[in-house]
């Protein structure tokens, strides 16, 4: 197993033993990362991209002032379009959700709730099926 699939799979873990605690903000935020990291995954191993050019992929320097979360959902909803736009759609969609949830979780005062990480829970299962069907 790759370590960004383990560390997706850890992430993932995590944040249902957190909710399990009652610590949604932070198992939303494990649940988002799960997703990034499965990203990573494919990219190094779908894509074949050495860890060097998915850094200098995602540096906002490189890629027109995008962060690295922006840059990266951009680059799977183009990969994904090319082959099912319902899926790229959804998945644009799902992560936009789930990301929009993680920056409340940390930064806002506001405390998430068990609906609140049930969403982010559907939402990463949605966005891990899309990446395993068109990359596993």
Partial sequence: MSNWLNKSNTSSNVAQNLCASKHYDVAIHCSY???VQLMLHYLEFYFGLEQNEIDNMLNPKQNGGDGLHKALGNYYYNSIDQKD???????????????????????????????????CDKWQSEITDILNKHYD
Avoid: M, W
């Avoid at 992560?95 to 929009?100: H, Q, S």
């Fill in 33 to 35: 990362y799960s997703c």
């Fill in 85 to 119: 736009e319902d899926d790229a759609f959804k998945f644009s969609n799902v992560l936009g959700k789930i990301r929009r949830h993680r920056i409340t979780a940390d930064y806002q005062k506001t405390i998430s709730n068990p609906d609140n990480f049930n969403n």
